[in-house]
């Protein structure tokens, strides 16, 4: 399969309502090489772009999966700031 067979692949089973794993045994597909599959797509829809702007201040572009979001910043301990909490609400 292609990528773009996979990623229409995703977007099948997205719209299924069901699970991966279901999905793949009504469909007699491999579960492991469609886990695989998607897990390399990952990679491929993230962008990430750091820019310098006036006043010494930087800003971070990011693009996920459709999701965009920009942070401007002057000093890095915003960007730790920023880290640490999404890590706290991923983790709880």
């Given at each position: 399969?292609?990528?773009?067979?996979?990623?229409?692949l995703?977007?099948?089973?997205?719209?299924s309502?069901?699970?991966i794993?279901?999905?793949?045994?009504?469909?007699?597909?491999?579960?492991?090489?469609?886990?695989t599959?998607?897990?390399?797509?990952?990679?491929?829809?993230?962008?990430?772009t750091?820019?310098?702007?006036?006043?010494s201040?930087?800003r971070?572009?990011?693009n996920l999966?459709?999701v965009?979001i920009?942070?401007?910043y002057?000093?890095?301990?915003v960007?730790?700031k920023?880290?640490?909490?999404?890590?706290?609400?991923?983790?709880a």
């Amino acid at each position: 399969m292609t990528k773009d067979d996979y990623r229409k692949l995703k977007e099948e089973i997205e719209s299924s309502g069901m699970s991966i794993r279901q999905y793949c045994l009504e469909h007699n597909l491999s579960l492991g090489n469609v886990y695989t599959a998607f897990n390399r797509m990952k990679g491929e829809e993230l962008s990430l772009t750091v820019i310098d702007v006036p006043d010494s201040r930087r800003r971070i572009e990011m693009n996920l999966d459709g999701v965009h979001i920009q942070i401007e910043y002057e000093d890095e301990s915003v960007l730790r700031k920023v880290i640490k909490g999404l890590s706290h609400v991923f983790s709880a």
